[in-house]
């Protein structure tokens, strides 16, 4: 069965405009962005040129120039009057947005209709170099992990297995042999994304302190941790700061963040104790040692997977539709999940199973009267039917 995302008929929508464009597809490993292209080349009655610079075994800064002149020579050689000409990967590629700003001035110039769309796994270099060198001609799609309607209608999974084995498509082929799925897991999409996205393209000193980070992150999906008691448990820890920024690192690569706290005063925001949250719930449950059938018959542990899973489906769906997700605490009160969109703001509590309605709603909405309340749980919204609603039809 293929899955049409909602991303392939707004990029189709745009192929179709008359201007010209620079578009921009980006999101985390094994979602599906070049499968997303390869829909795009089959169905619609356009002429394209595809080019990977994950095929390159050494790609040189001069490789974009190359590929953009044979695409030319494509197009003049057709009856078309444009051509789509999509980059994967182009984060490989050294000073790749100097490049690309070349080319297309050039096209520009000359009235060559070519239009771009470009695929990337890495948010931190993509989007530096579309702000520092392409301001004003592109636009950015967003294509995030799987939510739980997509990999249900793919799979015909149950909310629970959702849970637990995550947003993954490419890994429900294994689920049946869960050593094999966990194994996948770890090393095509962990240490693949960690080896490739992060420690290839960014200056990380310590390695293996990230990857400890990142998994002491993922156990601790949906809790918080002061940098201080992270110091604590990481060997080599080195500083707060240092721990910050392997956490960005972990963020712009869509594996792992570190929710902010509610604060009126935005710099006491920025300096809070990070809440935990894994992107792809499949991230924690394939380093621990349960499995499925086993998690479920812990209450706790089981509650503390889905709350986290409820975050989860926050934040992928915050980086596409542009709205934050933060926590609130105030000395034993808590409020699992704040959104805020502009000068809107709604509290959402968790109520898993592993822990009673807390009061801290009521202090929250006494001190900042939220627009909106939600308690997703047995008394409120079923977990189950939450994971099927966009959060931004929330505001």
């Known amino acids: 069965m293929e899955i049409i995302r909602k991303e392939y008929r707004l990029l ?39 080019a990977s610079a994950d095929e390159q075994i050494a790609v040189q800064k001069t490789w974009i120039s190359q590929i953009w002149d044979s695409a030319r020579i494509k197009l003049k050689n057709s009856r078309k009057k444009q051509l789509i000409l999509i980059i994967d ?71 629970e297995q959702f849970v637990w084995f995550g947003g993954y498509p490419g890994s429900y082929n294994l689920i049946k042999n869960e050593k094999r799925w966990k194994e996948y897991v770890r090393s095509s999409l962990i240490e693949t994304t960690v080896a490739k996205d992060i420690l290839h393209l960014s200056r990380v000193d310590k390695p293996a302190l990230l990857r400890n ?30 721990l910050a920024h392997y956490l960005k690192l972990l963020d712009e690569a869509w594996l792992l963040t570190g929710l902010e706290k509610f604060t009126s005063q935005h710099f006491r925001q920025r300096a809070s104790s990070p809440k935990f949250q894994v992107y792809n719930t499949a991230l924690q449950s394939a380093i621990r040692n349960e499995y499925f059938n086993e998690i479920r018959l812990k209450p706790d542990e089981w509650g503390r997977l889905v709350e986290s899973a409820i975050g989860a489906h926050l934040i992928n769906h915050s980086r596409a539709s542009g709205f934050k997700v933060l926590y609130w605490r105030k000395v034993n009160l808590e409020v699992d999940f704040i959104l805020r969109r502009g000068s809107k703001s709604i509290a959402i509590e968790v109520e898993s199973g592993r822990k009673v309605i807390k009061k801290g709603i009521e202090h929250f909405q006494k001190e900042f009267k939220p ?21 931004v039809e929330l505001f």
């Open 12 to 50: 189709a929508k745009r192929l179709k405009e008359k201007r010209l464009f620079i578009q921009a597809l980006i999101g985390p490993r094994q979602v599906g962005k070049t499968t997303l292209v390869n829909q795009l080349m089959k169905r619609e009655p356009l002429l394209f040129f595809y």
């Open 89 to 159: 990967e182009i984060q490989k590629v050294p000073d790749w947005s100097t490049s690309v700003k070349k080319e297309w001035d050039e096209d520009t110039r000359w009235g060559v209709n070519i239009k771009v769309i470009l695929l990337g796994s890495s948010s931190l270099l993509i989007n530096k170099g579309l702000s520092e060198s392409l301001a004003g001609r592109f636009e950015v799609i967003h294509l995030k992990h799987w939510s739980y309607p997509e990999i249900r209608s793919a799979f015909d999974v149950s909310p």
């Open 213 to 242: 980070l990142f998994e002491l992150g993922s156990s601790y999906s949906g809790q918080i941790l002061s940098y201080t008691k992270m110091l604590g448990q990481l060997q080599d820890a080195g500083n707060t700061v240092t």
């Open 371 to 391: 627009d909106k309340i939600l308690l997703v749980g047995s008394t409120g919204i079923p977990w189950q039917e939450f994971l099927e609603i966009n959060p």
